[in-house]
C-alpha cells in the first residue's frame, strides 16, 4: 500500500479538533476550572509551609505539575471519549468504511488530543501568572516533555476507547488508572519527600517523569536527570504506540 | 471485466454461531441486484465482510477486482455502503458531515459540487446547515445515502434502506436509486420489501441461514416458480373436499387456492367449484410473486 490518504488524515484530524472545540467549555474551560481550584486551595493552605526546591516557591512549584496533570487527563479523555462515543453510537463505522489506515486513524486521534492537552496546559499557564510569575527556563525542553506525555496518554485513550464498550469502562480506566497515576506522581510534593521506598518506586513510573520533566522545563532541575526525564517518556509512548497500531491494524474490536 | 463484487467461499461465524457459510456471488457490473432472507439469514454480516466491517474467517472477496483486504483502498474507493442502523455523528451539520467523510476518501474541494448535487437529489436543501441530532428519521436516512456517496463510488450497497420510513420518503429513496443504477452505479440492495425488489432488481441472491438458496434472475426465479393463484367468490360458504389441500388463504366463500402449474388443472378446480361450492360470483388469477416465492424457498429450507 503505497503512500497516506494525507487528504483523509488532514479530514479526520480537523473532525476530531472540530469536535472538542464545539464543547470548549466541557473539554477546555472546565478543566483549566478545575485546576485552577486544586492552585487555590493549596495556595491558601501550603503556600507559606513547603518549599520543595530552595528558591522556588510552592505555588510556581505546583503550577507546572497541575499543568502536566491536566494535559495528561485531558489528552487521554480526547480520544478515549471521542473512540468510545463513536462506538456506542455507531457512527465508528464513518471512519471504518473509508479507506483510512491504521496509521491515519492512529496519527489523526492523537494529534487531536495531544493539541487539546497543549491547549488546556497553555491556558492553565497563562492563568498561573495571576498567581505568580512563571518564567520558563528551557522552554523546549517543558514544550517536548509535554508533546511526549500528550501522546503517551493520547495513545493509552485510544487503546481504551478500542477496549470500552460502554463509558463505564471508560470511566474505570480514567478513575482507577489515570487519576490515581497522575496524582501519585509528584503534582503536589516532590519524590524526594516521600519515604525511600516510594521514592524508589517512582522511578519505574512513567507518569512521574512526565511531571518531573515539565518541571525540568520550568525551573531547570528536577527530580531525575532532565533527558532521562524525556527518554523515558519517548520510550513509553513508542511501546504504546507499537501496542495501539498493532489493535488498529487488527481490528481488535472495531472489525470483529 | 471484472465483477462489481466478486464474493468466493466466504464463512463467517460469531461463537458457535456460523453466519456465513461458504457463501458464493458474483454481481456484474450495472447490475441491479436484491440480497434478501430472512432476518438473521446473514444478510448484513456478509455486506459487513464485503465493506471491511467484519473480518471474514475464510474466503475472498473483491470490488470491482480488488482484493478488499489485500487492496482495502482501492475496494473501498469503489464501494459506497449506506449502513442498516441510522447512526450518525451529531457534533455537525449536513453539509459539514458530507463534506467530512468525502474528505475521508480522499476527495478535496473539488468534491463539493458533486455534495451539492446530493443535498438537492435527496431533497435535503433546507436542511443543509442543520446538525444530524436534529433531523428526522428519515432525513438520518436520506444524509447516510448521502454519506455513502460522496465519493462517487461505482458499486453502492443499501443495507434496507427504507427500513421505517414513510411511503413517500420511499418512493423518493427509489426514485434516486433508480437514477443511480441509469447513471451507471451497481446497486445492491436489502429490503423486506419483498414487491420493491421484484419492480427493481434484474438479479436475485437468497441467503439462508448463512447459505445462498437461490441466485439468479428475478424473472427466472418467478417463472420457475411452480405455482399460480386463484382468488374465488363462491355462492357456497364452504370450500369443496376435494379442493380443500389447495386453500392458502380466505374464508366464507371468499378463498384463496394455490395451483401446482404441472398437477392442478385450473378448468377441473373451476368446474368444481362451479357445480359444488353454489357457483362462481367473481374470479381472478395471479402469478406468483417474489413473496410467494421467498416464503416457499426459506420454509422449505426450514423444514429440511
Redesign the interface.
Known sequence: MSGLNWIGLRTLLAKEIGRFMKVAGQTITSPVITAVLYLVVFQQVLADRVEVYPGVDYVAFLIPGLIMMSVIQNAFANSASSLTQSKIMGNVVFILLPPLSALEIFLAFTGAAILRALLVGLVLYLVGWLFTPLPIAAPLHALTAAILAAGCLAVMGIIAGILADKFEHMAAFQNYLIMPLSFLSGVFYSVQDLPPFWAQASAFNPFFYMIDGLRHGFFGYSDAPGWLGLVVVAGFLALLSAIALTMLARGVRLRP | MPAALHIDQVSKS?GSLKALDGVSLEVAQGDFFALLGPNGAGKSTLIGCI?????KDAGHIAVLGHDTVRA???A??H?G?V?Q?L??????TVEKMLR??A??????RDSWPWIDELIEGLELGDKRESTLRALSGGMKRRVLIA?ALV?RPPVVILDEPTAGVDVELRRGLWHFTRRLHDEGHTIVLTTHYLEEAESLCRNIAILDRGQVIARESTRDLLARHPYRFLEVKTGSQTLPETLQPLQVGGTQGQWELRLDKTRDDMGAVLDTLNSQAGGIRDVRTRDARLEDVFVEMTSREARR
Request: proline share 6%.
Open positions: 460469531f465493506a471491511g466491517l467484519l473480518q482495502y483502498r482501492q473501498r474507493r464501494l455502503v449502513p442502523e447512526v450518525y455523528d451529531p457534533f455537525f467530512i467523510q474528505g475521508y476518501f480522499g476527495c478535496g454519506q465519493h
